[in-house]
């Protein structure tokens, strides 16, 4: 039982982690979004140095939301720790 | 072969003849004795087979001579007859009691004499023959008898020895401080020691067989059978771990280590055991491993934080950028608000992410602290992950005083309360309420579970909830680390929070009632009344001219660097660049007069922004510093172990290009006290 509970202290740590993790998603996605959708169809009304920044704009938050998958998608947070036998 | 020798005793010479001439004709050795003297001389010489005496004699009468006879143990054995005229029954009774074996009458028959002397003789050598064996039984009886009695006192020895082993043992047994026992080869357990049975609260009685097995927790009673059994059927040491009750009902860990016992000869005779209580261990274990688990996981949400800040950063700096040039009614204005207004949304996560893995503050720091402004800014942060279905209501008492306190640690503290008020909502809508406020406890007041509290003001900090609440038993376990009311084993966390609120000096009390919502109250003492509100930082500055302004900013994160130099060279600044430590302390030995204010990374690779920030002001010791981290406040002002001042300020990752100008403008402008004074290396 004191293990479980303990697992279970460090879940909720864990979930809330992965959580906090997961609700980057939707902010991150929304400015990916935005500036796909400000290059697709207002480029026209841009500068070149202007689409630069939002080329910048754009790599950084795929490369967030590439970490917010990998980090989601692999569970690398709720891996569980190796367990030992009683009997020798 | 010889038949015998025979003494005769006569005084009357004819029947001596006669007599001798009889026994010699059947084989005997006779020896002739005509007075009771010679006779007792003669037998004593050399003794005779068998005497046949004449009771009636001159001088030593035959009565007298078998009463000599008889009181000599040499020659007390010889059959004797006696021979007599005397028809007398009292002699012939006489001579019996003396100890005579037979009585012939004179005259005799030749053939009734020697038959009668035949019988006597035969009988003499039978008692001989008998007299012998019983001699050799009995020295073999005294032979077996000793050796019995050898024997008899080893085994007493080795009985004593076999006592005091066993005393022996069973004084270390009961004094050992482990549970001990002991089982036969059918499994079946003999011996629990002292220990063992104070443990258990149960009479050796009850122990002994498989009672025992009762004390075994329910849900590890299959498995420790199973090991148990499989190593005996194997004759295999084991080592298991299980829960046993103790005798004030609660389960304890035990360690239970099993050797097979054999004897000298090798033959298996069952078990020897010793279980240790690792409870305390365990727990401890558990402890540790779950610290670490929570210090890796920290580290990494750290480190995640620390990247996106950057990369939100740069996000920032490039909106700003791109903004600056458009004009107020350009359709791509409005996209790039949203970008911006959305990167805040995403920083505002990362605070809680770093909340969340216990990332910010320093764990020892106590200082002054606002208690209702800390809970506002939490609530923000958790607004996020609480339930949809709870109503977050506030109340904040005005005017609180501050609190001595761990910035980190409360925050802590709020995010287990609220979240426990989260959860116990579940699915169903209701509220949680969280308000601070001041209260004074008087002298004797008693707090369950704390004692008493020193009387004082104290701000109290209180979460409730219109949840599922408690059970009286579940309300009273809920400090308990291995306490859990939640399916599936979450804890609450609560003794973490117990513990938070103790190093404060503070008391936490719970009220609770199934289907009535719980609350949590903290009373944490006032700090004394001269401390000072935490300053509120620089104040705001309007962007407006920076001609002339030059800004030297140390960040390592490309991107970042070059949107923000970019960002404000178009508002007018002049900036220097460096992406690492080296490269910042190269340019201000060499442009330190001209730099007005530096933007320094805290966390840089090599030569840590601490370090710099030393070193610049070792080199000027005005230098203005804006200091900029993904850590709040509290973590850099425990770093530098310096709070904001005039000529140092602060900003928190990621940042708007705005506020970040707002804060380099506030700061070049402050008046400078002593400007010349710069050391160089």
């Not at chain 2, 609530?379 to 910035?407: G, R, W, Y």
């Not at chain 2, 409730?464 to 309300?475: H, K, Q, R, T, V």
Request: with cysteine.
């Amino acid at each position: 039982m004191t293990g479980e509970l303990e697992n279970g202290d460090e879940r909720l740590e864990l979930r809330d982690v992965e959580t906090a993790i997961h609700n980057l998603r939707n902010p991150v996605s929304s400015i990916w979004s935005a500036v796909e959708y400000l290059m697709e169809d207002a480029a026209e009304t841009l500068t070149q140095e202007q689409l630069r920044l939002l080329r910048g704009i754009e790599e950084s938050s795929a490369l967030m939301l590439q970490i917010i998958d990998g980090i989601v998608k692999k569970g690398r947070l709720g891996s569980k720790p190796a367990v030992s036998s009683d009997a020798t | 072969m010889d038949a015998g020798t025979i003494l005769v005793v006569d005084d009357e010479l004819e029947s001596l003849r006669l007599l001798t001439t009889v026994l010699q004709s059947a084989g005997y050795s006779v020896r002739p004795a005509d007075s009771g003297e010679l006779a007792l001389r003669s037998a004593k010489e050399k003794t005779p087979d068998l005497i046949v005496l004449d009771i009636r004699m001159p001088g030593l009468g035959g009565l007298e001579v078998c009463r000599q006879l008889k009181a000599d143990p040499s020659i007390r054995d010889i059959p004797l007859m006696f021979l007599s005229a005397s028809y007398e029954a009292h002699e012939r009774i006489q001579g019996l009691q003396l100890g005579a074996v037979d009585f012939i009458s004179k005259p005799f028959q030749a053939e009734e004499l020697l038959a009668r002397v035949h019988t006597q003789l035969e009988l003499g050598r039978l008692r001989v023959h008998l007299e012998k064996l019983v001699a050799e039984r009995t020295a073999e009886l005294l032979t077996s008898n000793r050796q019995l009695e050898r024997e008899l006192a080893e085994r007493e020895l080795a009985e004593r020895a076999l006592r005091e082993t066993e005393a022996r043992f069973r004084t270390m047994a009961d004094t050992a401080p482990v549970l001990i026992w002991v089982s036969g080869p059918d499994k079946l357990c003999t011996f629990f020691n002292k220990g063992w049975l104070d443990f258990s609260g149960r009479r050796l009685e009850e122990e002994l067989g498989d009672g025992w097995a009762r004390g075994v927790h329910p849900d590890d009673r299959d498995r420790c059978y199973q090991i148990y059994a499989s190593s005996f059927d194997a004759r295999r040491r084991f080592q298991m771990e299980y829960r046993l009750q103790r005798a004030d009902g609660e389960y304890r860990w035990v360690l239970d280590t099993g050797v097979p016992r054999f004897e000298p000869g090798g033959a298996f005779s069952g078990y020897i055991g010793s279980c240790l209580d690792i409870t305390d261990l365990k727990l401890n274990q558990e402890r540790m491993l779950a610290s670490q688990k929570l210090e890796s996981l920290g580290m990494l949400a750290a480190g995640i934080a620390h990247d996106f800040n950057n990369m939100l950063g740069s996000i920032f700096a490039q909106a700003d950028l791109a903004i600056a040039d458009l004009s107020p009614n350009s359709p791509a204005r409005q996209n790039l608000d949203h970008i911006c207004a959305v990167a805040m949304r995403a920083s505002e996560a990362l605070n809680l992410l770093m909340a969340y893995a216990g990332g910010e503050g320093d764990e020892t720091g106590f200082e002054p602290v606002d208690l209702a402004s800390l809970v506002q800014e939490t609530l923000e942060l958790l607004k996020i992950s609480i339930t949809k279905k709870a109503t977050l209501q506030t109340h904040f008492a005005e005017d609180c005083p501050l609190i001595v306190a761990n910035s980190t640690q409360l925050r802590r503290v709020l995010l287990n309360l609220v979240t426990n008020a989260s959860e116990a909502l579940g699915h169903k809508e209701g509220f949680i309420r969280v308000s601070t406020g001041l209260t004074r406890v008087r002298a004797g007041t008693v707090w369950e579970g704390t004692g008493e509290l020193p009387e004082g003001d104290y701000v109290v900090l209180e979460v409730s909830d219109n949840g599922c609440g408690m059970s009286p038993p579940a309300l009273a376990r809920i400090f308990d680390p291995f306490y859990s009311t939640k399916a599936g084993g979450r804890g609450l966390g609560l003794s973490a929070v117990q513990g938070i609120v103790r190093s404060h000096h503070g008391a936490i009390q719970v009220r609770s009632a199934p289907g009535q919502g719980t609350t949590f109250q903290i009373r944490l003492p006032c700090a004394h009344a001269a401390e000072p509100k935490k300053s509120a930082g620089p104040p705001a500055v309007h962007e407006t001219s920076h001609e002339g302004h030059t800004i030297l900013m140390v960040e390592d994160e490309e991107t970042l660097r070059l949107a923000v130099s970019m960002a404000l060279a178009k508002r007018g600044f002049s900036v220097l660049t460096a992406a690492d430590g080296h490269a910042a302390m190269a340019l201000f030995r060499e442009r330190a007069h001209q730099i007005d204010a530096v933007l320094l990374d805290l966390t840089l690779p090599g030569m840590s922004g601490a370090e710099l920030f030393h070193e610049f002001r070792r080199i000027r010791h005005d230098t203005k510093i804006v200091l900029t981290s993904a850590y709040d406040r509290d973590r850099v002002v425990a770093t530098l172990g310096r709070a904001e001042s005039p000529d140092c300020a602060f900003i928190r990752k990621p940042y708007r290009i705005t506020a970040l100008v707002n804060v380099l403008l506030a700061i070049v402008r402050q008046p400078t006290m002593e400007r010349a004074r710069i050391h160089t290396r």
